[in-house]
């Protein structure tokens, strides 16, 4: 590790003063302009001499003498120093009294006035580069009056990092300290003699800033081109220095440590001494070689390829494990026609495929579990098939107990170890995730004997899960973040987050956790229409967004469109393309089979990276693909699986087989710290060793 030299020189930071109109007619009346001159330097526009001048359109918030704050924008021009800032909205006079006029610049909706006098801000734990402004609209300042003079004050000091290196460049960088002091999220702003303070909340925050490059920049190439980064920092004592971390687009990073205390000053610039940039190789891959292991700070997603049907491994960046699904349709070997074979051979079932490669693959701190199991839905590709003729296919029954028998009884807790069964038996499951039970929001298979034992395969495994190993099991919290979180260091990775968008036909309404339930017809309605209505279990299928810094996923089952020229609403995809926005990546829903993957939902989501659990020989279908190609023409495909017979027929309807980057392994994406890039792996399937077959990336999250 490099060590950053400890010479820091500190500039005054120079503090401005403007004044404005006392807000007068608290009864909804127009609010009225008020004035600003400032005394020379304000806010973040420096010029070379880092002198500061307001910015038109500049946004702050008043409240004047309430808890109720009103939007003003600057409409004087850029650079000057003395204008006029109006509001559009009214005076207000909401809220609770306060003893003063308060004011907070830049203006942002999370800022709130409590009857203490103090303000409540979020600070940002992800700042822009700008070439123009330091810290670009994120040097807090804030101001208290009697009258009608407001006297800003800076909250923050900026810390100025210099980075130089010929023929390097930085798409992020990230600053840390060293003694993990939370340095960005929930904060408050106190007033001592008209000065303002800014303390950061002990829970919830952040230990680490990123700062993003809209593009990659090119570094000077000598100590005196060094190119500067500015971050805007809470002022405070990293008492045993910060750590930077730089990542450049081709994914390599370079990183250095203080040792020494770093003060970060109001008002005042910290200034590092340039460093030398040396960019290391990304994360240590090499073809032909074993994929190393998870770190601190990844987010990989795994897709696990045993040819029976789809299973999705999560390490969070803090080493939480989530398993989406377990597959465990039965064997072609043992003449089920699906035209996959089995892997890596049909020896080996399909449940330990996943159980050899989570051991594999699984942090140290996961401690031998796997914190959730979600269930998309209640097939068995997803969650282990029934078969009454099961011995043909070598699925051991066992009793209540998980003692193996001779023949399974599931009236008395026995069931059959396959897909989930033969997962959880062998690694303990924390919480498993599903749709609810099956009688909440019931499917044309509802009523089948062969899909009730399997649905009751489930419930006796879960019961025996419990009893052993006290597992719990919850309904998918729709619209909610606060269900699947990182259980081990959330504080450190607050960008991370899992929500719940659909789950039993009920769907996020795109507000807080509002919950759409009559988009679907009512369990009752469904069961009274049963046979008519052939409702699909895919369409009720459990669906999540991940994100992580600017990395974006979505996973959503087995969802589709089918029968929406009968009945609108079996298309679930429609409702769900309304709450979502653009990702890097996404599971195919469905396995990419036919109508699924809906134009609406596509052209929302306009994913980069698309890959495919394929099991069967119908699998991608050519009319979704097109619809996917549409929808995002340079995406990079891969699937777990392809069939010669589907190659050609995909290539006979026009579609560029050469598209598809991988068809045959395991495929991983492995989200670089901080959520900035990321990478994608294809690991051989052949044999458990989980050699490196092929690298693509590094990518750029959007």
């Not at 303002?196 to 570094?219: D, F, T, V």
């Amino acid at each position: 590790m490099r060590r950053i030299p400890a010479y820091i020189a500190a500039i005054a930071f120079l503090v401005s003063a403007c004044t404005r109109a006392v807000i007068a007619g608290r009864d909804g009346s127009p609010a009225p302009d008020f004035h600003a001159s400032i005394e020379q330097d304000t806010k973040t526009f420096l010029d070379d001499d880092l002198v500061q001048h307001w910015i038109y359109g500049d946004q702050i918030c008043v409240y004047a003498g309430n808890t109720a704050g009103v939007q003003y924008s600057f409409t004087g021009s850029t650079g000057d120093t003395y204008g006029t800032f109006k509001s559009s909205q009214t005076a207000g006079g909401q809220g609770e009294a306060l003893d003063a006029n308060y004011a907070v610049s830049p203006y942002s909706a999370a800022v709130s006035a409590s009857t203490d006098g103090s303000l409540g801000i979020i600070f940002p734990d992800h700042q822009q580069h700008s070439t123009s402004e330091a810290a670009a609209g994120l040097c807090l300042m804030a101001a208290k009056s009697q009258d009608n003079n407001l006297s800003f004050k800076n909250l923050c000091g900026l810390l100025n990092i210099r980075l130089y290196g010929s023929g390097a460049s930085v798409s992020s960088l990230s600053v840390k300290g060293n003694n993990n002091e939370i340095i960005a999220g929930s904060a408050t702003i106190n007033f001592e003699d008209g000065i303002p303070a800014i303390s950061m909340n002990s829970s919830g925050g952040s230990k680490e800033i990123i700062l993003s490059c809209s593009e990659p920049l090119s570094l000077g190439a000598t100590e005196s081109e060094a190119t500067e980064f500015w971050l805007a920092l809470p002022p405070m004592e990293f008492s045993k220095g910060i750590t930077v971390i730089a990542i450049d687009n081709n994914g390599r990073t370079f990183e250095a440590a203080t040792a020494k205390t770093l003060t970060i000053s109001r008002s005042r610039v910290c200034r590092m001494a340039p460093l030398a940039v040396e960019m290391s190789k990304p994360t240590g891959v090499s073809l032909g070689s074993p994929l190393p292991a998870w770190k601190q700070g990844y987010l990989d997603i795994h897709g696990i390829n045993g040819g029976r049907g789809e299973a999705f491994y999560y390490i969070f960046p803090d080493g939480t494990t989530m398993l989406v699904d377990a597959a465990g349709a039965p064997q072609n070997e043992y003449g089920y026609d699906s035209g996959i074979a089995s892997r890596p051979s049909v020896s080996v079932s399909c449940g330990q495929v996943i159980v050899n490669y989570i051991r594999h693959f699984a942090p140290v701190i996961s401690s031998g579990h796997i914190d959730y199991f979600m269930t998309s839905h209640y097939h068995g590709d997803h969650i282990g098939a029934w078969r009454d003729n099961y011995t043909k296919f070598r699925w051991q029954p066992v009793n209540r107990y998980g003692t193996p028998v001779s023949s399974v009884n599931l009236a008395a807790g026995g069931f059959l170890l396959n897909g989930l069964s033969d997962v959880g038996m062998s690694i303990p499951i924390r919480t498993v995730i599903d749709r609810g039970d099956w009688a909440d929001r019931p499917s044309v298979e509802y009523i089948d004997e062969g899909a009730q034992k399997r649905y009751a395969n489930y419930i006796n495994f879960l019961d025996w899960s419990a009893r052993n190993y006290g597992t719990e099991r919850k309904t998918l919290a729709i619209g909610h973040t606060d269900q699947i979180v990182p259980l081990h260091d959330a504080a450190s990775y607050p960008s991370f987050s899992v929500r719940g968008i659909a789950a039993g036909g009920d769907i996020w309404t795109g507000s807080g956790t509002g919950v759409n339930t009559n988009y679907v017809p009512s369990a009752a309605d469904c069961l009274a229409n049963i046979n008519e209505w052939e409702i699909n279990e895919n369409i009720f299928s459990c669906v999540f967004h991940m994100s992580y810094g600017k990395f974006d996923w979505f996973a959503g089952g087995d969802i589709q469109f089918s029968g929406k020229s009968t009945h609108s609403w079996k298309d679930i995809e429609l409702p769900i393309s309304k709450v979502m926005k653009k990702v890097e990546a996404m599971k195919a829903s469905h396995h990419s089979t036919k109508n699924t993957n809906s134009t609406e939902l596509l052209g929302v989501l306009k994913p980069d990276v698309y890959i495919a659990g394929v099991w069967q020989d119908v699998q991608p279908n050519p009319a979704t693909i097109k619809r996917v190609l549409t929808a995002s023409p340079s995406v990079k495909m891969f699937t777990t699986n392809m069939a010669e017979s589907n190659l050609a027929t995909l290539s006979s309807e026009g579609i560029d087989t050469s598209k598809f980057l991988s068809t045959q392994g395991h495929v991983v994406i492995r989200v670089l710290p901080g959520g900035a890039s990321y990478y994608v792996y294809v690991l051989d399937d052949s044999d458990l060793e989980y050699k490196v077959k092929a690298v693509f990336g590094p990518y750029l999250c959007k």
